[in-house]
């Protein structure tokens, strides 16, 4: 909910009303129902007959046409599994099909509805879960799911990074040392500092200080310079005045950085009077090839400093590389980190009867921290401490656990990708055992239309692809038929011709030889006459 306050006047109070859009509600299921509608017509139109014509449409009688159609029918009209009979349907929230085969609304049932069962009617139409256990809870379901009631067993409750120390330090530290907590999600670690006489409630507050601490990223150069061998630069130092560096007008000094989020950059810094320049000048240089998202100092040390602009974890990086044209010797050194960029670290220090207890805010085999200290005054033993995923199946099919989130296994046959989440103890599981009920997986209408529609239209292996694949085929060994077809045509056609040639040719020379014939006969019957 965002809220725009246009004016305000003190000591008024102001009444802010949420509701639900059931508008927004409506018009999204007349949405489902005009495109359904569209669906239905298009699929319609290829069973009809014209009369006048007499043809009928190129999809007629089509098997997979007619499937498709259906199913659709049916994912609509059937009962969601899993629901009540109170709320199983459609038609119960005025959604039913008019005698022309099409969905239509029934404004008055649906509206009612609307107003008095959104729940049921979000149930009928969206996908959902249930569990019998208020130690379960359902997460999520997956295009894999299916639907149905299943038995959860766990085997190991998830647990938190977690150590309680052996010490009653509430009289106070019986000396000073130093804790190093590293996170064992982030990999960043800190230090506290913890001095003699600290009560168990101080040493809590100051461990919490420091892990709840956002920290920006800090570099500072390992050389320290001086104006006289004792006293440190300042930002405010000539660097005619550095101690030994015989810096000369012309020396350059370039710059090679890396952003906080590892863009490179890079400059150079020319030092054209070293009379008059100061190393505040440089810092100035620094702060603009990084555009303006660090900030710069000098030290007490007399040691450059870059801190970066945004908090956590950082890819800031720094390289100064003096030239020293002139000969002299200019060193700021390498800029080493010396506080590291990181994010408040999910880890609560508590007080536990007068000792320290550390415990991870998450659950989980990866999530945890790793302790170290100068001294053991707090009574913890120096190493790592980790959480334990939960385990267990659903529906007695493999699920890997994550944290306190059990998930069924790719290609289970049933629980593919569902998810639970187990807010079980150990010490309840003991207590309660494996069994913890079931949970129930339910896919409405509008749920089960998007995973059915999205499946019949895959590219690669849906029912219109295959159907399309295979009229492709049928079209291409059509015309193979027809090419091996006009191929004999052709050569029929060729011994034809030369057949026709040859009764040619011999016709004429038929038509020759009668010819001299007939001129034979008739000199024949010319001499017997004579």
């Given at each position: 909910v965002t809220l725009n306050l246009v004016n305000s006047e003190a000591g008024t109070n102001v009444s802010v009303n949420v509701a639900q859009d059931t508008g927004a509600i409506k018009a999204s299921i007349q949405s489902l129902v005009d495109n359904f509608n569209t669906a239905s017509s298009l699929i319609g139109n290829q069973f009809?007959?014209?009369?006048?014509?007499?043809?009928?449409?190129?999809?007629?009688?089509?098997?997979?046409?007619l499937t498709l159609q259906s199913q659709l029918r049916s994912l609509v009209l059937d009962p969601v599994t899993g629901l009540s009979s109170d709320e199983n349907s459609l038609t119960l929230f005025g959604v039913s099909f008019n005698r022309?085969?099409?969905?239509?609304?029934?404004?008055?049932?649906?509206?009612?509805?609307?107003?008095?069962?959104?729940?049921?009617?979000?149930?009928?139409?969206?996908?959902?879960?249930?569990?019998?256990?208020?130690?379960?809870?359902?997460?999520?379901?997956?295009?894999?799911?299916?639907?149905?009631t299943y038995d959860v067993d766990i085997t190991a409750a998830p647990e938190q990074g977690d150590t309680t120390g052996a010490t009653d330090i509430s009289g106070g530290l019986t000396s000073d040392t130093t804790v190093t907590i590293t996170d064992a999600v982030s990999g960043k670690s800190d230090t506290i500092d913890l001095l003699l006489g600290d009560t168990t409630d101080e040493?809590?507050?100051?461990?919490?200080?420091?892990?709840?601490?956002?920290?920006?990223?800090?570099?500072?150069?390992?050389?320290?310079?001086?104006?006289?061998?004792?006293?440190?630069?300042?930002?405010?130092?000539?660097?005619?005045?550095i101690n030994g560096a015989a810096v000369v007008a012309g020396d350059?000094?370039?710059?090679?950085?890396?952003?906080?989020?590892?863009?490179?950059?890079?400059?150079?810094?020319?030092?054209?009077?070293p009379t008059t320049q100061t190393i505040d000048d440089l810092l100035s240089e620094i702060r603009s090839v990084f555009g303006g998202s660090v900030s710069t100092s000098v030290d007490a040390n007399g040691q450059i400093q870059v801190t970066d602009s945004?908090?956590?974890?950082?890819?800031?990086?720094?390289?100064?590389?003096?030239?020293?044209?002139?000969?002299?010797?200019?060193?700021?050194?390498?800029?080493?980190?010396?506080?590291?960029?990181?994010?408040?670290?999910?880890?609560?220090?508590?007080?536990?009867?007068?000792?320290?207890?550390?415990?991870?805010?998450?659950?989980?085999?990866?999530?945890?921290?790793?302790?170290?200290?100068?001294?053991?005054?707090?009574?913890?033993?120096?190493?790592?401490?980790?959480?334990?995923?939960?385990?267990?199946?659903?529906?007695g099919e493999a699920a890997t656990g994550d944290g306190r989130v059990l998930t069924g296994d790719s290609d289970n046959a049933n629980t593919d990708g569902l998810a639970i989440r187990v807010t079980l103890t150990p010490d309840q599981l003991t207590t309660q055992g494996q069994d913890q009920g079931t949970v129930k997986v339910v896919q409405g209408v509008a749920n089960q239309l998007s995973?059915?529609?999205?499946?019949?239209?895959?590219?690669?292996?849906g029912m219109i692809a295959t159907r399309s694949g295979a009229i492709e085929d049928t079209i291409e060994a059509n015309n193979d038929q027809i090419d091996r077809l006009l191929e004999r045509l052709e050569i029929k056609q060729n011994t034809l011709q030369r057949q026709f040639t040859v009764?040619?040719?011999?016709?004429?020379?038929?038509?020759?030889?009668?010819?001299?014939?007939g001129s034979q006969l008739a000199s024949l019957s010319a001499q017997v006459g004579g």
């Open positions: 009809v007959f014209n009369e006048e014509l007499q043809t009928s449409g190129p999809l007629s009688g089509d098997a997979t046409l022309e085969g099409l969905l239509e609304i029934d404004n008055s049932t649906l509206d009612s509805a609307l107003a008095n069962d959104l729940t049921k009617l979000k149930n009928v139409l969206a996908e959902s879960g249930t569990s019998s256990d208020s130690d379960i809870e359902f997460v999520f379901q997956t295009a894999d799911t299916v639907a149905g040493v809590v507050d100051k461990l919490n200080t420091v892990l709840a601490s956002n920290v920006a990223e800090v570099r500072t150069g390992s050389v320290v310079n001086t104006t006289d061998g004792v006293t440190p630069v300042t930002s405010a130092t000539t660097f005619d005045t350059t000094i370039d710059i090679q950085a890396d952003m906080h989020n590892g863009e490179r950059v890079t400059g150079t810094f020319t030092i054209d009077d945004e908090i956590g974890n950082s890819s800031m990086t720094l390289v100064l590389i003096e030239r020293n044209e002139g000969g002299g010797t200019l060193d700021f050194g390498q800029l080493d980190t010396t506080e590291e960029g990181r994010f408040a670290m999910a880890i609560t220090a508590t007080n536990e009867s007068g000792a320290i207890r550390l415990t991870s805010d998450a659950y989980g085999s990866d999530v945890g921290f790793t302790v170290g200290q100068t001294v053991d005054e707090l009574g913890i033993a120096d190493g790592d401490y980790l959480g334990v995923d939960v385990a267990g199946t659903i529906n995973r059915t529609l999205a499946s019949m239209t895959d590219p690669l292996g009764m040619e040719t011999t016709l004429a020379e038929l038509n020759s030889m009668g010819s001299f014939l």
